[in-house]
């Protein structure tokens, strides 16, 4: 099993990002799949998820500003960033699971959101 998130950055506040996760290993298609997030001396928070029918679920401070979605052709699930604050800083993991059993989280990718 594994997962391989892309797409972090340096952006300034009010600009956008990216993320991709590439997944192998698993039944994809089947997986409900989930973005995580760890800031500096805080502990992982959960931040989207998205079923296996597409419908997908989001943290309250995220929702209208990020977007799930996946490609189960490609395996990959991606996070659309728009409108990031610096609050958004931390480093982004994708994983297996919805908001309460999230797990098997890759590496993850840097996110910094400033000016």
């Known amino acids: 099993l594994q997962l391989v998130e892309s797409g972090g950055g340096l952006v300034q506040p009010g600009g956008s990002l990216r993320l991709s996760c590439a997944a192998s290993?698993?039944?994809?298609?089947?997986?409900?799949l989930s973005w995580a997030r760890q800031a500096p001396g805080k502990g992982l928070e959960w931040v989207s998820g998205?079923?296996?029918?597409?419908?997908?679920d989001y943290l309250e401070s995220t929702k209208g500003r990020f977007t799930i979605s996946r490609d189960n052709a490609k395996n990959t699930v991606y996070l659309q960033m728009n409108s990031l604050k610096a609050d958004d800083t931390a480093v982004y993991y994708c994983?297996?699971?919805?908001?309460?059993?999230?797990?098997?989280w890759g590496q993850g990718t840097q996110v910094t959101v400033s000016s």
């Open positions: 998205i079923y296996s029918d597409g419908s997908t």
């Open positions: 994983g297996i699971g919805g908001r309460v059993d999230f797990h098997s």
């Open positions: 290993g698993f039944t994809f298609s089947s997986s409900t």
